[in-house]
């Protein structure tokens, strides 16, 4: 069983910039698809970035391209989200998560990832 743990979330002024980190148990992100979603009250857990194994591909939801980059350190058992030029609206917590074994590529639904961290809240104050 793979145990996925959210940090680095806070409250930060809009602009401002933070980190997220997602630390797994055991080699979980070696070989498979690793992404990281957000909800915020009232609304659907939505897609935010994934980073595939195969090839360490990256991919963004169009809300956070050249805002934010997901990245993973195999040997660390640890997937980031450097999160830059923050707004109001990236307000949510977010969610790291780990798709099946083997599974690559992109993948946004969030119905498709097999384990998920218990989530870390992001307030960016305008």
């Known amino acids: 069983q793979v145990q996925l743990v959210e940090s680095g979330g806070g409250l930060v002024q809009a602009g401002g910039s933070l980190r997220l980190s997602c630390a797994a148990s055991e080699r979980a992100f070696s070989r498979r698809t690793a992404g990281w979603f957000r909800q915020a009250p009232g609304k659907e857990r939505e897609f935010v970035a994934a980073?595939?194994?195969?090839?360490?591909?990256?991919y963004y939801a169009d809300s956070v391209k050249g805002r934010f980059t997901i990245s993973s350190d195999n040997a660390e058992n640890t997937v980031y989200l450097q999160m830059n030029s923050l707004k109001s609206e990236d307000t949510a917590i977010y969610y790291c998560?780990?798709?099946?074994?083997?599974?690559?590529?992109?993948?946004?639904?969030?119905?498709?990832?097999?384990?998920w961290g218990q989530g870390t809240q992001v307030t960016v104050s305008s």
């Open positions: 998560a780990a798709a099946p074994w083997g599974r690559s590529g992109y993948i946004g639904k969030a119905s498709e990832y097999m384990y």
């Open positions: 980073v595939s194994w195969s090839d360490s591909s990256t």
